[in-house]
């Protein structure tokens, strides 16, 4: 039998050997706790700002929407892609939730910034993103809608075949992109397809018009260039571009009537051979408007006398 002494001393022992086992495990524990609390704050929000893109064949992950990396092995040059901005949201593959298409800007080390329009899928195990389409170098971006059929309608000013970067973009463009969701590619619509459009989802405000033709008296009249654009605001104002000046004002729209107002104010440059009165008194004339299915804005001058269109 053991005496009295060991078993005492062997009972301490016991609790000694309990007391440490239970607060290494407290320990443990917090430590295992705390980490989890680190690594669930250092772990990258799920959303359009913080997943992967393909640019130019190219993967990027954006970070807070920056992403950088070098232009080449070995290469001091860095790829620098950003987010731009210009969001569009809506459900692009009928599952319920809210996906987002927006703009990205990528330098490349030179003197260009490419712009892209991206779209990112909102599923359930995360945001995925798409394939990016090109719209243009050092471009003036505008406006992004989502029209009801799915269809993306970007507006952004480019310049003209012969002009350089130097020249501030003034030509409006337009490109109508639908995201495939099983490829995540934005696919570009062909704008002037009869049966294209909605004319009763198109808006006055939804884009930059750019003047194409007019026909007054039975005479048809051609912009030389694609300088002349229109838009309009939703406080009642619009603003144009010709071959030569700025033009601003103001407009009326009810139904489908539609006057400019008579007081258009323009920049003071003289340039010879411009058309820009022809378009200004072609704009004061106009007393409707209508939409095509080819995507067009149709401005219909008082008495029947002809139309402007832009598209």
Avoid at 119 to 135: C, D, I, K, Q, Y
Wanted: glycine fraction near 10%; aromatic fraction near 8%; proline fraction near 3%.
């Amino acid at each position: 039998m053991l005496s009295s002494a060991r078993l005492a001393r062997t009972a301490c022992v016991a609790l000694l050997a309990a007391t440490c086992l239970a607060s290494c495990g407290d320990r443990e524990g917090e430590e295992s706790a705390g980490q989890s609390a680190t690594d669930s704050a250092a772990a990258p929000r799920s959303d359009h700002k913080n997943t992967e893109y393909s640019i130019g064949g190219r993967t990027i992950w954006l970070v807070d929407g920056v992403a950088e990396a070098a232009a080449a092995p070995g290469s001091a040059a860095r790829v620098v892609t950003r987010y731009f901005g210009n969001e569009v949201r809506g459900d692009f593959n009928a599952d319920g939730r809210e996906d987002v298409a927006f703009l990205l800007t990528q330098e490349t080390g030179g003197s260009g910034t490419y712009y892209y329009a991206v779209a990112a899928l909102n599923l359930e195990r995360g945001f995925v993103g798409s394939e990016g389409t090109l719209l243009g170098d050092r471009i003036a971006p505008q406006t992004a809608a989502l029209r009801a059929d799915g269809v993306i309608v970007v507006t952004y000013a480019d310049r003209g075949p012969n002009e350089s970067f130097t020249t501030p973009p003034s030509v409006g463009k337009t490109i109508w992109l639908k995201l495939d969701p099983t490829r995540l590619q934005l696919g570009e619509l062909v704008q002037d397809f009869e049966g294209e459009a909605d004319p009763d989802s198109m808006e006055l405000g939804m884009k930059t018009w750019l003047w194409v033709r007019a026909v007054d008296a039975g005479n048809e009249v051609v912009p030389r260039t694609e300088a002349f654009t229109v838009t309009f605001a939703g406080d009642g104002t619009f603003s144009a571009t010709t071959d030569c000046n700025g033009v601003r004002g103001g407009y009326t729209a009810q139904g489908g009537e539609l006057t400019f107002a008579d007081n258009m104010a323009a920049t003071r440059m003289f340039c010879a051979d411009s058309q820009e009165t022809v378009f200004t008194q072609l704009l004061a004339r106009t007393a409707s408007y209508a939409f095509t299915s080819r995507g067009e804005l149709v401005l219909q001058l008082a008495g029947d006398a002809g139309s402007m269109t832009f598209r």
